[in-house]
């Protein structure tokens, strides 16, 4: 049961990993600001614009949408990424 169990937390630990590596390399791409944060292993990321108040942090397997200082909306990793690439086409407007 115990290797089971272990078995499953990887296989989660693994998707966790890769889903939220996707939405860091797209922003990149894109070119948003990412960072990683050794303090609590998780990355943010923010647009280029200081004036734009938004940014995203990681939190496990969800993204948080802030404005300013004020959570928002918590995002899947799916919505994190139509997220940035809403702005990415606002952007290029």
């Not at 939220?20 to 943010?44: K, P």
């Amino acid at each position: 049961m115990l290797i089971l169990t272990f078995r499953f937390l990887l296989v989660d630990l693994s998707l966790y990993l890769k889903l939220s590596d996707l939405v860091v390399s797209q922003a990149r791409v894109w070119g948003f600001i990412c960072n990683y944060r050794e303090s609590n292993s998780s990355w943010s990321i923010a647009p280029k614009k200081i004036s734009q108040r938004w940014r995203l942090l990681q939190a496990e397997d969800r993204w948080v949408l802030m404005i300013g200082e004020v959570s928002q909306l918590y995002l899947n990793a799916e919505e994190a990424i139509a997220f940035l690439e809403a702005r990415q086409r606002k952007k290029t407007k």
